[in-house]
């Protein structure tokens, strides 16, 4: 990936800035969607795919295609190792060798790993987690999502207004139980598509087209099943996927809070609070703040389990 230049918005006009900010989720699931970018956007068929490829290529976007959901289409868990410093590398390396493995951050606190595990089935996850504990010879701590509040890694790299596109009374912020929208057994089809797309779609005209013909399906399927995948919540969302790191969203810490059960779901949805907010009432919840150091690993969702039927 090439590096880009301090200055590197300058050198943005406006069609580059919607696209950052406008796709990075909603790209039409046409059979050529380009074409309807582009006529969105007042530009070519050619141009927009252009576009496209060029701020790829220079690292504003680190691909193209689907976010998939792992907690709906199998099973994720966030763990934690504790790992001595003179065997920190050796951990890092072991844990990073698996592609179930897609995030991989060090923390600075005693848990100063921590990373992602997603699989087709809690058995397979749990088998993984079991396999670098054995490994590793530590501990894992094990925290599956139960609930799910918001979710959201979409970037507002040009336009400081994060609800440009879609205003906050639009966002869908409410407790989810993570069994609750589980889609159980997926068809043969799903199943196909779902382990073809989720490195990224192909960057062509036809991305649809060129997927149907990789999974030996027709083009018609192959958008009919995506669709209904997107709608069932598989697929979180389809569109450019922007390199934060590169664009300068480059902080994070993960806020762990222990919230009384009976106030959770209120805490959680509670999307106007920010965590100093929440710290300045003196409520009496203990908050710790895990911040991120290092990046050892960052991917999307990976699968080599999946099973359809029919």
Aim: hydrophobic share 40%.
């Amino acid at each position: 990936m090439s590096s880009l230049a301090e200055d590197w918005r300058a050198d943005l006009d406006d069609v580059d800035a919607a696209l950052i900010d406008g796709y990075q989720s909603d790209f039409p699931i046409h059979e050529r969607p380009f074409r309807a970018v582009g006529e969105e956007l007042g530009v070519s068929e050619t141009e927009a795919l252009a576009r496209v490829e060029r701020l790829r290529e220079a690292g504003v976007f680190r691909r193209f295609g689907a976010v998939l959901n792992p907690p709906v289409i199998g099973s994720s868990a966030l763990a934690a190792v504790s790992a001595p410093e003179e065997r920190f590398e050796e951990i890092a390396g072991i844990v990073n060798g698996y592609r179930q493995v897609n995030h991989n951050y060090r923390r600075d606190h005693d848990w100063n790993m921590w990373f992602v595990v997603t699989a087709g089935s809690r058995e397979t996850r749990d088998s993984i987690l079991d396999e670098i504990e054995s490994r590793t010879g530590r501990s894992v701590l094990r925290l599956p999502m139960l609930t799910d509040f918001y979710i959201d890694l979409e970037f507002p790299v040009v336009n400081a207004d994060r609800f440009a596109r879609e205003g906050i009374d639009d966002t869908d912020v409410s407790p989810t139980r993570i069994g609750e929208n589980a889609v159980g057994d997926l068809s043969a089809l799903d199943a196909r598509l779902l382990l073809a797309i989720q490195e990224g779609f192909p960057l062509t005209a036809t991305p649809y087209r060129d997927i149907a013909t990789e999974t030996d399906a027709p083009v018609e399927s192959v958008l009919d099943a995506i669709r209904r995948l997107c709608e069932a919540g598989c697929i979180k969302r389809i569109g450019c996927i922007v390199n934060h790191v590169v664009t300068g969203f480059d902080a994070n810490c993960m806020v762990v809070w222990d919230v009384p059960d009976e106030v959770l779901d209120a805490r959680g949805t509670d999307v106007d609070a920010k965590v100093d907010e929440l710290a300045a009432e003196h409520l009496p919840y203990d908050h710790e703040r895990l911040y991120s150091t290092e990046t050892l690993k960052q991917t999307g969702a990976r699968y080599d389990d999946l099973v359809g039927e029919g």
